[in-house]
């Protein structure tokens, strides 16, 4: 089984930059697609970008613009480019990806907060 390690998150202002990355301990060519989750402190996770094997982006409207997916099957990682942060960004970021015979994989989180 494929295991997915986030890094990346920590403290930035408000309008700062991070990037995430997503590492996975085996190929993730064959995954049939991948994306960035968020689940804030009282609320559901929620799906903040995605992109699948054939490279077809999509956003949640709250980060149209600001962020971009990517992913780079030779270090097999995937990465979140997040750009102009807000306050309203702050959360834990899951790396998701869903396998050929679409099963879901997880990884453990990694915390996201932008304040001054």
């Known amino acids: 089984q494929v295991q997915l390690v986030e890094s990346g998150g920590g403290l930035v202002q408000p309008g700062g930059s991070l990037r995430l990355s997503c590492a996975a301990s085996r190929s993730i060519f064959s995954m049939y697609a991948m994306g960035w989750y968020r689940q804030a402190p009282g609320n559901q996770r929620e799906l903040v970008a995605h992109?699948?094997?054939?490279?077809?982006?999509n956003y949640a409207d709250s980060v149209k613009g600001r962020f971009t997916i990517s992913r780079d099957d030779a270090k097999n990682t995937l990465y979140l480019q997040m750009n102009s942060l807000k306050p309203e960004d702050t959360a834990v970021y899951y790396c998701k990806a869903i396998t050929p015979g679409g099963m879901a994989l997880w990884g453990q989180g990694t915390q996201v907060t932008v304040s001054s």
């Open positions: 992109i699948r094997n054939d490279g077809t982006t």
